[in-house]
């Protein structure tokens, strides 16, 4: 490529410049070098021509044609942009239009004296067969230019962008087709042949095995993988040494998935000619693709192992080790490449693809901020760097940078859809829904922005616009399992149960092979069958919808643990088949039925349960969840209230549960319809119920009515700040609180626990000062060098001087990327005893003080002791974390309902960037909680008896139908 010599008043200088970086292929640098010179000389055809071969170069082949158009506009006769423009036009896969391209240039050239080269060359090009075109144009060529030999199953950038898994953006797995996998970015095939005429060692030197290679390289081109194949090991058995037909067929292997003998032989095309970066930079995306398929096949070969839940985890770790080290080695891989050639952008951008893939944020953060230093970076760069700085907690940022991509261009449908899920991660729902719309106006077709619309809908609590979203996805792609599954979901919360029936069990029938999609199914099954449960209740109170009690321990296990419901079997009764019945139809028909009573209950609850809205990062405002706390909490206080004015609890009674056995548990919550409330745990168990109904894809379960096996090894809650780089927006605001609560212990007790619970000391001075002096989760794991986790200190109030377990704060390395950092909470028999006892004394300390302050007078000087106590009771419940979902919202449902029963009103909301669970979580003991709580809690605090003039939430919602169709009316 040569700038034009007949602008002779360009300066030489510049133009030197521009040459200089042509040859030592600095694409982007001449790029701009070209772009200031054609703003002083914006009529200059053959800047322009040479600006779109720099283009090109970077395989920006839409930019080259718009600058080869801008030139041939400018100057018709000039034969080199219809030439080149072809070129781009078949990288594009635009074969036909490139054939025309190069005909029209032929039919200017004969009327004009011309290059006659240049001539003969448009008209072979125009009459060949365009598969070859790319083979060609080799051998006319400079002897620099890339040319595209995977072009049919290349990935492109866009492809790459695009996400498949459960709606989240840049989860990309690699595709494969009937041309191909999506595996390379594969280029540069013919230069190749090119840096083997530079190596006599490892040319053919025969003319025969020359034209083998080219015609093999040529099926590969044309997806004839096997005839590919074949001739490649014809040139091999004359010469084993050549790079080039080593390399293309490992290129064939990989193309038919056979990534193990591709890796081979891109390994000892590294092992002859090291310095070739194509060897090391196709290992490279041949082992990012093997570490992909070693994710997608380990839940399906799950399925053929044994039930023996320790193989399965067993096997499960394997193949994590396996992914792990794998794609560590590509990144290598790519490295080597990059410290052959520092100029080579495209492997800088697929590093930095890679590394998202790989979750190292932070990484490909580096790789793409340099991507886009060295030059004009394409809509998919931002749209990495966009998440990865989403993903590490740069919020703002990381939307900017995204709003870059879509600056670029405005049609990018994948970049609204990445920009949906930053605010929707936020729950900044009204900006989600502007994106969908958007990516919905370029392509009405793309389900993946329905599916979108139904999980923003679903989240709002607004199932029915949900279901009608998803309907219109599923309309334009049946086989869609997540828009089947959470339309499945959605038509399940509203009580339409022969079409959620119906949609599980089209999930069910899929074949599947892919991880998220066997996890999906597993989901269908569980929830299809309490979905079968439910029916079974609809015609009877609402009090004996008890999962708790009437599925099988080992199903809720399973659920929980999202794990093959194989293991259920055989013994597993599965719940009666679906029949239509009068309750199924009544329950259809009940939003035509809204009696006043029930309008006065659910206005009230809609008005109550807003106040248990978290104003922190990520946190939706479902309407869904606002009634069902609206309504327990009403429940509540309306039990509560008639114990109380009945006096019908005796101090004894409320121990029943205290020192019971399990099967007294169970036969006491059988009886939960009876309106007399005789622990603290028929108190909860009403928002339990109800938080169960409000979303029934959700595993909400008591600890102890899981398996004895679960129960007594201590299954748990798992909540986590840190997951690897990724900030959980909900929970990160706590780490800094959990960090020093981590330090603080270890100083004081010279000790942690390590993955195995064996005590691990830490008593050295040297240590403790580390300790000390520690500000991150890196520094902290250096001193111990293990997994560990720590206690939280919960005093009791029960017994004076004994200290409980609260949560257990734990620190986890994750690969070479990043920690873990986490609360778990164990519910193991011993602390279930522990907390029982705790809870039953702050129930019974409740009860007493609400007898002595009624029988003074209803003011809020002589309810004191009464709102401490409720605090109390709050305060153990949250550190006792006795459900497997659901803690949170019940716990504060609950509060709401004892302050109403005690005629006290929360008037207040709670305070922006508190959440009142890692509040109790996190502080050692109840005075720490109260004095935080109460300080914004007890100021709002009114007498109201008002909510006495309310119907009675039992009697109106009376049945199961009818209480699960007050939770949807207005489709809410």
Known sequence: MAVSSTSSVMDAARLRAIAQACTAKEWPYAIRLLTALLKDFPNSPLLLCNRAVCYSKLELHKHAIKD????????????????????SLVALGIRDKAKKVWKEGYEIALNLPTDLHLVLELHRLGLQDQSKALDTKSEIDDGQNVTQVLSAASLTQEESATSTEKGTIGNNSIKSSSKGCSLLNGRRGNQLFKD???????????????MQLREAISEVNNGNYEQAIQLFNQVLSENPRSVGAIIGRGTAFALQRNLSAAISDFTQ???????????????GQARLASAAYVESSSKTRTLKMTKNSENIEKGGNLNKWIQSTTSEKAISDFTRVLNLDPNSLDTLHERGVANFK?????????DMRAYISFGKPYKYTYNYLGLALVAVGYYEEGIKTLNKALELDPLYKEGWISLAQSYQELARSEKAFECLKKALAVDKCYVQAYHMMGVLFHSLGNHMAA?????????????NTECLYLRASCYHAIGDYVQAVEDYNRILDMEMDCSERCTVQFLAF????????????????FSCFNIDIHLDPAFKEAWCKRIPPIFLLPSYVHQPRLKVSTGIAQLKTQDGLLTHHKKLLLDAADQLGRKIQYTCPGFSKNRRQYRMAGLAALEIAQKISKVWQDNGIERNDSKVVSGSTRMEVIKLLSFNHKPLLTSWRDLYTIAVRWRQASEPGDPVFWVDMLSEKEFTAGFGSHTPMLLGQAKVIRYHQNIERAYSIVKELILERHNVYNASDERVEISSSDD????????????????????????SPCASTASKGKVMDGTRITLQKRGTIGFDFSIRTPGTPKRWVDYDAEMAAAWEELC???????????NMESLKKVRDCILRLTYYWYNFMPLARGTAVVGYTTLLGLFLAADMNVTTSIPKGIQVDWEAILSPNLGSFSRGIGSWMYPSLQIDSSWKNLPDVGTTFDMTASAFAGLSYNGR
């Open 68 to 87: 080869f158009d801008k030139a041939i506009e400018q100057d018709a006769s000039i034969l080199q942009a219809y030439l080149h423009k072809g070129y």
């Open 768 to 791: 403790l000062k580390a300790v000390k002096g520690a500000s991150s989760c890196s520094e902290l794991y250096d001193i111990v060098k293990e997994d560990f986790w720590v206690v």
């Open 526 to 541: 569980y929830q299809r069958e309490v979905a079968l449960y439910t029916v079974t209740k609809l015609d009877c109170p």
């Open 358 to 366: 790989l979750k190292d944020y932070r990484a490909s953060i580096e």
């Open 467 to 479: 279901i009608k979203e998803l309907t219109q996805g599923l309309e334009r792609d049946p086989t």
């Open 196 to 210: 083997q005429e530079k190596k006599p060692s490892s040319f053919l030197h025969t003319t025969n095995s020359h």
């Open 269 to 283: 095309a590294t092992v002859l000619e090291p310095s070739i970066g194509e060897a090391w930079k196709r290992r």
């Open 848 to 858: 007493q003080e609400y007898f002595e302050a009624s029988s003074i007078s209803s």
